[in-house]
């Protein structure tokens, strides 16, 4: 059975942004250091995909990422979090989980901060139990608004 392929939104040093096929957006970050603003560029661009697409459904792929600076944790949690939850309509996400340990310990902190938000998302290891937990949460928003 053929299936079509992600459609690119976006992409910059700091990552990709993508329509995935199933029916979310699909953040995956590069590895490396990341500039400021190709980083917040690739976070407003994601944010814009969100809003297009309607459902607020989030796959970050955090595989190859670096660990978040201080000053991009307080960016994430303060400012794009917020924004993104209020213009983009982000309500679920899930997290493939970086290889680096100091990358998931800077993500433990942003959940911390971010647990009072609107927002549901859970942390994963393997993207495909990440993608079958998105699936179950576009099923569940079609089912209540049709």
């Known amino acids: ?46 944010k814009h995909l969100l809003a297009r697409q309607g459902q607020g459904v989030l796959l970050v792929d955090q595989r190859h990422m670096q660990a978040f600076s201080l000053e991009e944790q307080r960016w994430l949690v303060e400012e794009w979090l917020p924004q993104a939850i209020v213009e983009g309509g982000y309500r679920y996400g899930a997290v493939v989980q970086a290889h680096d340990a100091f990358a998931r310990l800077a993500m433990d902190t942003i959940r911390l901060h971010a647990k009072n938000m609107q927002l549901t998302y859970r942390y994963f290891t393997d993207e495909l139990e990440a993608v079958a937990w998105l699936q179950e949460q576009t099923s569940t928003l079609s089912l209540r608004y049709n």
């Open 1 to 46: 059975m053929f299936l079509p392929s992600n459609r690119l939104y976006f992409e910059n040093a700091a990552g990709r942004v993508e329509e995935d096929r199933r029916g979310f957006v699909r953040l995956t970050y590069t590895q490396g250091r990341r500039e400021t603003s190709a980083w917040h560029g690739l976070l407003q661009h994601t």
